[in-house]
C-alpha cells in the first residue's frame, strides 16, 4: 500500500477541501447526496485520489444505502481493508491499495455472488466511462 509517496501537505494541493476531508480523513458524504449514487452508466470507477481502477460498473448495485455500492472490487489486490473502530462500531475500511485513501466500507449483507457490499463515498471516485 502506499505505492504514491505524498505529504498530506501534496494531498491537500490535488484534492478539494471536501475530497481530502473524505480520502485522507476518513470522512464519509451526507446518503443519497453524492454524484455517482445514481449513475448507471457503463464504465470504470477509479481512486479518487490516484487513478487506481477499483470497481466495474457492471459490480454496482442499489443498496438502498444512500451511497454507491458494489458486490466487489475489480480485484482483491486493487483494495485493502482496515478495523475501524470509531463511532462506536466495529466496521471493515476499505481503502485504496495504492495511494491508502479512504473509500468506505464493506458490509456482509450485498447480493450474491459474493454477499458483499462495497459502500463507496462517491466523492472518493472518479468515473470513465466505457
Not at 57 to 62: H, N, S
Not at 103 to 110: A, I, K, N, S
Request: hydrophobic residues 25%.
Amino acid at each position: 500500500m502506499d505505492d504514491i509517496p505524498k505529504s498530506e501537505s501534496d494531498w491537500k494541493k490535488i484534492l478539494d477541501p471536501e475530497g481530502y476531508r473524505i480520502l485522507r480523513q476518513k470522512g464519509t458524504e451526507a446518503p443519497f447526496s453524492g454524484e455517482y449514487y445514481q449513475n448507471k452508466e457503463a464504465g470504470m470507477y477509479l481512486c479518487g485520489a490516484c487513478g487506481h481502477e477499483l470497481f466495474d460498473a457492471t459490480t454496482k448495485y442499489e443498496s438502498g444505502s444512500g451511497w454507491p455500492s458494489f458486490y466487489a472490487p475489480l480485484s482483491k489486490e486493487v483494495v485493502s481493508e482496515n478495523v475501524d473502530k470509531a463511532h462506536g462500531m466495529i466496521r471493515r475500511e476499505v481503502v485504496c491499495s495504492r495511494c491508502g485513501s479512504h473509500l468506505g466500507h464493506v458490509f456482509e449483507d450485498g447480493p450474491n455472488p459474493t454477499g458483499l457490499r462495497y459502500c463507496i463515498n462517491s466523492k472518493s471516485l472518479n468515473f470513465k466511462k466505457r
